[in-house]
């Protein structure tokens, strides 16, 4: 089991851990396959603040 760092941004993870980007996908945030999108919203965006953002919508 990898541990992550729910602090760092969307972009750090998915390229620490690209298998993070169909787990991401399958939860419902669509953008995280558009490598554009990864590296500009991604960059500012927190996997916490994804996490919470699911939730609420």
Not at 7 to 25: A, D, Q, R, W
Not at 36 to 44: A, H, L, S
Request: hydrophobic share 40%; no cysteine; glycine share 8%.
């Amino acid at each position: 089991m990898k541990k992550v760092d729910l602090g760092k941004s969307v972009y750090e993870l998915t390229e620490e851990y690209p298998e993070l980007i169909e787990i991401l996908k399958d939860m419902g945030f669509f953008g995280v396959i558009n490598p554009i999108v990864r590296k500009t919203i991604g960059r500012k965006t927190s996997l916490n603040f994804t996490m919470i953002y699911l939730i609420i919508h």
